[in-house]
Each structure stands twice: as structure tokens, then as C-alpha cells.
T-cell receptor, first 117, second 110 residues
Framework: GAVVSQHPSWVICKSGTSVKIECRSLDFQATTMFWYRQFPKQSLMLMATSNEGSKATYEQGVEKDKFLINHASLTLSTLTVTSAHPEDSSFYIC?????????????FGDGTRLSIL | QKEVEQDPGPLSVPEGAIVSLNCTYSNSAFQYFMWYRQYSRKGPELLMYTYSSGNKEDGRFTAQVDKSSKYISLFIRDSQPSDSATYLCAMSATARQLTFGSGTQLTVLP
């Protein structure tokens, strides 16, 4: 149980384009989802907390206009990297916590490798 | 000083060895403790989840939490080459936002 699916797994695009990444909880409802960024050989860095039906909470230093987050349903959150540039190239990972049950751990998707040319 | 300290390794052990991975932390409010395994180019996979102090065992894995010492451990018995991965400790005061260690890279040699 507690499967989180992330799509796409790898995307390569030109500088200036926008890229949308989807995160789905397949077998549970998630009132809260999280978006992380991970650089090579480093730990995960929290970018934002996505709450179903409300605005996301961004961590300090993360541009909300660049990284648009939408959590329109209890099983889907999306991260859109707008006007992507080479410095946005990274490994983006989402996670989700089952809602309705307290103190449940986060379960992670398999990540999206984003390469901006 | 980081809130969570974890030796990055790399750590290499022969197949069948007992592996000990550790994290220390400074925030006494942490009460939820997790260990995740991350293979290269994959997302973290939850291995162990414990609340407060104590031990928890699941197959070849044992997690220990000592809140008085602010120290957590993960033991892997009879290690296998398939256990080769990066192991991340994570902890939280509310089970909501996590604070991660930097990860320990483990290689189990056949």
C-alpha cells in the first residue's frame, strides 16, 4: 500500500519552456503533498508543501512564481516549472501523506529528472 | 550545526555483514523517526517508522531510537548486495514536515 506515482520520470526540454510534473497517490487520499528537489549526492531539499484545495506553502528562497503548485484533488498535485532555465535542471521528488489518519509517514514518488538545455 | 547529522560514508561491507547506520539530532521536539532507502535515480523508499524511543524490527532491519541521547540507528542483518543504496534518516516533531540527514552511501560487496 501507500503507492505514490510521479510522471514523467525524465524530461529534456529547451530553455524557456514550461514543464509540468504530476504526483498521484494511487491507493490513498492525500490532503498534504510535498515537493522536494535533490542535487547529486545531496539530501532532499523541501521546496513547498501542497495542501488540497488551498495555496501551497513555499520554503524560504523558493520562487512561487517559478514553481507553480496545484493540488486540485485528494490524489493529485502538480508542479509546473515555468520558463525553465539550465539552473533548474535537477531531480524533483514528490511525497504524500495519507489523510484522515494522524501521524502517518510520507511516501515518495520515484522522482522526475529534469534536464534543461 | 545541522539539526540532523549523518555520516555520508561511503561505507563498504562484505555480503552477510551486519551494517550499522546512525544519525544524531539536536531538536528535542522530534518524536517521529524514519529510515528511507534510496537507490540511484529513484525516490526514497520507507523502510522503518518509529514513534518516540524504543526498538522496532522488520525482517533483517532493526531501528533503534534513544531520545535521551538524541541518537537513532538502523541495523541491517545478513546484508545483501541488493541493500547497496543510500540510506536517509528523517525525523519530525509532527509527522508532517521532515528533516533529513545527508544520507549514508552503502555498498555491500558480493
Amino acid at each position: 500500500g501507500a503507492v505514490v506515482s510521479q510522471h514523467p520520470s525524465w524530461v529534456i526540454c529547451k530553455s524557456g519552456t514550461s514543464v509540468k510534473i504530476e504526483c498521484r497517490s494511487l491507493d490513498f487520499q492525500a490532503t498534504t503533498m510535498f515537493w522536494y528537489r535533490q542535487f547529486p549526492k545531496q539530501s532532499l531539499m523541501l521546496m513547498a508543501t501542497s495542501n488540497e484545495g488551498s495555496k501551497a506553502t513555499y520554503e524560504q528562497g523558493v520562487e512561487k512564481d517559478k514553481f507553480l503548485i496545484n493540488h486540485a484533488s485528494l490524489t493529485l498535485s502538480t508542479l509546473t516549472v515555468t520558463s525553465a532555465h539550465p539552473e533548474d535542471s535537477s531531480f524533483y521528488i514528490c511525497s504524500a501523506r495519507p489523510g484522515g489518519v494522524s501521524n502517518q509517514p510520507q511516501h515518495f514518488g520515484d522522482g522526475t529528472r529534469l534536464s534543461i538545455l | 550545526q545541522k539539526e540532523v547529522e549523518q555520516d555520508p560514508g561511503p561505507l563498504s561491507v562484505p555480503e552477510g555483514a551486519i551494517v550499522s547506520l546512525n544519525c544524531t539530532y539536536s531538536n528535542s521536539a522530534f518524536q517521529y523517526f524514519m529510515w528511507y532507502r534510496q537507490y540511484s535515480r529513484k525516490g526514497p523508499e520507507l523502510l522503518m517508522y518509529t514513534y518516540s524511543s524504543g526498538n522496532k524490527e522488520d525482517g533483517r532491519f532493526t531501528a533503534q531510537v534513544d531520545k535521551s541521547s538524541k541518537y537513532i540507528s538502523l541495523f541491517i542483518r545478513d546484508s545483501q548486495p541488493s541493500d547497496s543504496a543510500t540510506y536517509l534518516c528523517a525525523m519530525s516533531a509532527t509527522a508532517r514536515q521532515l528533516t533529513f540527514g545527508s544520507g549514508t552511501q552503502l555498498t555491500v560487496l558480493p
